[in-house]
């Protein structure tokens, strides 16, 4: 073991030999090359002082943060692993001997910038102090800067601004509702009485319990109430029966208030659903929506709000394996007698039923949501634009409204939820990926593709 001031070096063959696979490695063979600055983020030193607690492994996740970050900024960028910085010396502060990082970097982990520093809490807030060391520099190597947050959220936060000032420039972020202005002119709603002047059409029937198609407060016309605080079991009872058509809606049962966590808020939320509307890839659309919480109670944090939901739907052929429950009540049919049955005369059933009602057998395949923040007692209206980035995926054959109703347990008012086209846009807009690695996949798809 080799002692330098703030350092100590730990030389094995494992790491040498680690070192020269990952600069051995070719780059991507699409596109051209992209000249690739190797990085190595040692572990920050923690310091503690009496009255400022703060957890003595926070340097070492702030590092495992950055080194995550800017690993995602794409290949250009090869972040040195954890166990391969950890094996050459352990955490490294500002105050360290320059040269010896320097020789370090260099020599034994052939990498051209280290990053190191140290963080400590002061007054509630959290400091670090990072020194950035770029061997590529001959007349500036280099930079000593003071980072600091007295959130919740320092590591996140510290985090991206210490990989910003390795860029040099912000990182990219996620549009948020609210950032684009909404059109003074949206032109038709694309969705069937989104104002719920005419009552249901053009979204499922109310069950009288938890939905209820009304007139409105004044100039409000119809509006959607939506209870959440209600004794779930029973409800779940009442919901099912008429799924089953088992149960009749203008006779609903009378089922008992319940704000406790164990509520229909609390568990399911209240769904209520348009009528299916033809998509067309490729476009962009506009969402809108009013809310107003009648009686529910605060909610401080602001956690849990009432979402709109615009859900994207195909036709899929594993869509067509098994009859829905709602088909199988109309045939008089149990789960049991349809297994059963042979092959041939399931699917004869399958077809049918597709044949009569299509829209049964579809699958979703896309989602995005408005979220609708809002004061009790207060109408809020609220818009964006959908997708964020880029057109509708061409996969995407129907779109459905989805009015999702839950925390805090209450009364929600809803009005002019609809749906249209951007009236901006000229031509159709290729589909833009998810920037986050496998996003939207399930685990299982994940592993098979890696075996």
Not at 405 to 413: I, V
Request: hydrophobic fraction near 35%; aromatic fraction near 8%; glycine fraction near 8%.
């Amino acid at each position: 073991m080799i002692k330098t001031p703030g350092i100590q070096l730990r030389l094995t063959t494992c790491l040498i030999l680690s070192i020269a696979a990952a600069l051995s490695a070719e780059p991507a063979a699409s596109g051209p090359a992209e000249e690739q600055t190797f990085v190595a983020i040692f572990d920050f030193v923690t310091l503690s002082k009496p009255g400022h607690a703060i957890s003595m492994d926070f340097g070492q996740k702030l590092a495992d943060s950055v080194r995550l970050k800017l690993r995602n900024q794409g290949q250009a960028w090869q972040v040195i692993d954890r166990l391969t910085t950890r094996e050459a010396s352990g955490p490294i502060g500002s105050n360290a001997n320059l040269d010896t990082v320097k020789r370090l970097l260099g020599r034994q982990l052939g990498a051209q910038v280290g990053i190191i520093g140290q963080v400590q809490k002061v007054d509630g807030m959290v400091r670090a102090e990072i020194s950035c060391i770029d061997l590529r520099q001959d007349d500036q190597p280099v930079w000593v800067k003071v980072f600091s947050d007295s959130t919740q959220r320092s590591q996140a936060v510290i985090s991206t601004q210490i990989v910003e000032a390795i860029l040099g420039q912000p990182l990219w972020q996620p549009p948020e509702y609210g950032q684009e202005p909404e059109p003074a002119k949206l032109g038709k709603p694309l969705n069937k009485n989104g104002s719920f002047n005419a009552g249901c059409p053009g979204w499922e029937a109310a069950d009288n319990v938890s939905t209820f198609f009304e007139p409105g407060p004044k100039d409000r016309g119809g509006v959607l109430r939506v209870r959440t605080d209600l004794q779930r079991d029973p409800w779940l009872e009442y919901r099912k029966a008429l799924r089953l058509g088992l149960a009749d809606r203008n006779k609903p049962p009378k089922i008992k208030t319940d704000t406790s966590y164990a509520c229909v808020g609390g568990l399911e939320g209240v769904h209520v659903r348009s009528e299916f509307i033809p998509a067309q890839p490729g476009l962009r659309y506009w969402l809108t929506a009013d809310v107003c919480p009648v009686d529910t109670p605060a909610n401080p944090n602001g956690a849990f709000f009432p979402k709109v939901f615009v859900k994207g739907f195909r036709k899929t052929p594993h869509a067509m394996d098994g009859l829905p429950e709602s088909a199988l009540a109309e045939l008089g049919l149990s789960p049991e007698q349809f297994a059963s049955m042979d092959k041939a005369k399931r699917q004869k059933l399958i077809d049918a039923d597709a044949k009569q009602n299509p829209m049964r057998y579809v699958r979703e395949c896309y989602r995005w949501y408005l979220p609708c923040r809002s004061n009790t007692g207060q109408w809020t209206h609220l818009a964006a634009p959908f997708p964020p980035r880029g057109g509708l995926p061409k996969n995407v054959e129907y779109l459905q409204i989805q009015i999702y109703t839950y925390w805090p347990p209450g009364t929600y008012l809803w009005d002019n939820v609809n749906l249209y086209r951007d009236p901006d846009q000229k031509k159709p807009l290729a589909e833009v990926k998810p920037r986050t690695k496998n996003f939207g996949r399930t685990s299982d798809v994940v592993e098979k593709e890696n075996k």
